[in-house]
């Protein structure tokens, strides 16, 4: 059965600090894995997608790592911000045709940044 | 706003009302998705359309009834739901339904709480 499982489940740090979020995942084929960001109230919203091939990848002061042999994946935040404050979703798609909505989301991982 | 937008964003129903979810995307995509979002669990796939077309529907109970009337709107229609139907139903579109390298652009949810 793919899963996404993804730690921990919440995580509070001091503002300026740097944090690191975990996702282990069973999908396979595998095709593509992204963070998502989801503030409190509002939907999900695309921070990375990575592919087989890529082992990072950068947005601001988000830098998501792969390893598809092991098949984890984590999300580092440098010198964190207020805003930062949210659930952090880690999203597997199949690497199969039309997997497209076969995609397998773990619970995510609450994040609170406080002064 | 994403893109994406949802209608009404809170709602309290009895069990025996009869009401609608609404979903309009601006984004020129092809496809639309209804998902339902409980506490601590992963998002859980409802109903797929490509298209206007439902492709797929993930044995999700006959108390909820999808209606997409083209491709930019999409509506649930809610009627005898039971209290564990509480929960963010989140609609999201991508530029197409099978290839699992798009990203889904989420709506803000619509919270629904059956009393």
């Known amino acids: 059965k793919n899963q996404v499982e993804q730690s921990p489940q919440s995580l509070i740090i001091l503002e300026g600090k740097n944090c690191t979020l975990q996702?282990?995942?069973?999908?396979?084929?595998?095709?593509?894995l992204r963070w998502y960001k989801q503030d409190t109230g509002r939907g999900p919203v695309s921070l990375t997608i990575?592919?087989?091939?890529?082992n990072t990848k950068s947005n601001g002061r988000y830098t998501a790592t792969l390893d598809a042999d092991t098949k984890q994946s984590s999300l580092h935040i440098t010198a964190s911000q207020l805003s930062d404050s949210a659930s952090y979703i880690c999203?597997?798609?199949?690497?199969?045709?039309?997997?497209?909505?076969?995609?397998?989301f773990g619970t995510g991982t609450q994040l609170k940044v406080e002064l | 706003e994403t893109g994406v937008t949802q209608t009404p964003r809170h709602l309290v129903m009895g069990m025996t009302n009869k009401k609608s979810l609404k979903c309009e995307q601006h984004?020129?995509?092809?496809?639309m998705y209804w998902y339902k979002q409980s506490a601590k669990k992963p998002l859980e796939l409802m109903f797929v359309?490509?298209?206007?077309?439902?492709?797929e529907n993930n044995s999700v109970p006959s108390r909820f009834s999808p209606e997409c009337p083209n491709s930019s709107h999409l509506f649930l229609h809610l009627h005898t739901l039971q209290p564990e139907d509480s929960a963010l139903y989140l609609c999201?579109?991508?530029?197409?339904?099978?290839?699992?390298?798009?990203?889904?652009?989420f709506g803000a949810g619509s919270r629904l709480t059956v009393l």
């Open positions: 999201a579109s991508s530029q197409e339904a099978t290839s699992g390298a798009n990203v889904l652009t």
């Open positions: 996702c282990n995942y069973t999908v396979s084929p595998f095709s593509n």
């Open positions: 990575m592919t087989f091939s890529e």
């Open positions: 999203v597997v798609s199949p690497g199969f045709t039309g997997g497209g909505n076969k995609l397998t």
């Open positions: 984004l020129g995509h092809n496809a």
């Open positions: 359309y490509s298209l206007e077309e439902r492709v």
